[in-house]
């Protein structure tokens, strides 16, 4: 599995379930996703990551680059439900202090 | 050691990853490094695809054993010199607006190697790491 990203609105905010791997070659899309949300008007976005099985310094990159992208419109994309090797890397890049960080996506939904 | 040369492009990567994981198949390895093993060979081979060589155009060869606990890896270019364990640390802050990610890859790195070293030799980089691979 490459990278699937499934989208729905929840009241003001989208829920992006994002699949599989979001690495060098997969971080692109991510982005493109991203900004199209963006141009539509969408600025409160949760990411649930519990079914992301892999994430390198390339998928952080592309989350940061969208972060400051919705910070300047007041927006902003927080994240649950992480697992495994994805925890480890946000919690050693220090993205788990960074960002608004829940256990669920209902307390992910609750925050907003 | 076995070793795999193939063009400095991110195409070549799933045929690293691969010829790794192969190796690994061979031994008694914990199903949870495999992740890691793996970030491990993205960091330091996009690294080279994307930097070593200013015209785009070289080979890396990646050199793999398994002895025991510890999986060895050996990554070599001729291209320009560059010591990645001389990069300067990342910038860890916690405000988006000042976040920057350079140097995160390296630092993933040096946090999951047990051991890792650089040596230009021959006009090559070649920077080789050890990482337990029992946990």
Do not use: W
Not at chain 1, 58 to 76: C, D, M, N, P, V
Not at chain 2, 29 to 52: D, G, H, M, Q, R
Not at chain 2, 65 to 75: A, C, K, N, Y
């Amino acid at each position: 599995m490459d990278l699937i990203i499934e989208t729905a609105k929840k009241g003001k905010a989208v829920v992006l379930t994002v699949k599989g791997r979001l690495d060098a070659a997969t971080a692109p899309e991510f982005i493109t996703i991203c900004d199209g949300l963006i141009a539509a008007g969408d600025v409160s976005l949760i990411a649930d990551l519990g079914q992301l099985e892999y994430i390198s310094s390339a998928g952080l990159r592309s989350i940061l680059a969208t972060a400051k992208k919705l910070k300047g419109l007041q927006g902003q994309i927080i994240f649950c439900n992480l697992t495994g090797m994805v925890k480890d890397v946000f919690n050693i890049s220090g993205f788990t202090t960074m960002f608004t960080m829940h256990a669920t996506l209902d307390e992910a939904l609750a925050g907003c | 050691m076995d070793t795999l040369c193939l063009p400095a492009r991110i195409e070549s990567f799933t045929q690293f990853r691969d010829f790794v994981f192969g190796k690994l198949s061979e031994g008694k390895v914990a199903e949870a490094s495999f992740p890691k093993i793996e970030l491990i060979l993205e960091e330091v081979l996009t690294n080279v695809f994307y930097y070593a060589y200013a015209d785009g155009q070289g080979e890396v060869e990646l050199a793999c054993g398994l002895r025991g606990d510890m999986l060895h890896l050996s990554v070599a270019d001729r291209g320009s010199p560059f010591n990645p364990l001389d990069s300067p640390p990342p910038n860890l802050s916690d405000d988006i607006e000042e976040r920057t990610v350079g140097g995160l890859g390296i630092y993933f790195v040096r946090e999951m190697v047990d051991d890792i070293t650089y040596e230009r030799r021959d006009n090559r980089n070649i920077l080789t790491m050890s990482i337990n691979v029992s946990q």
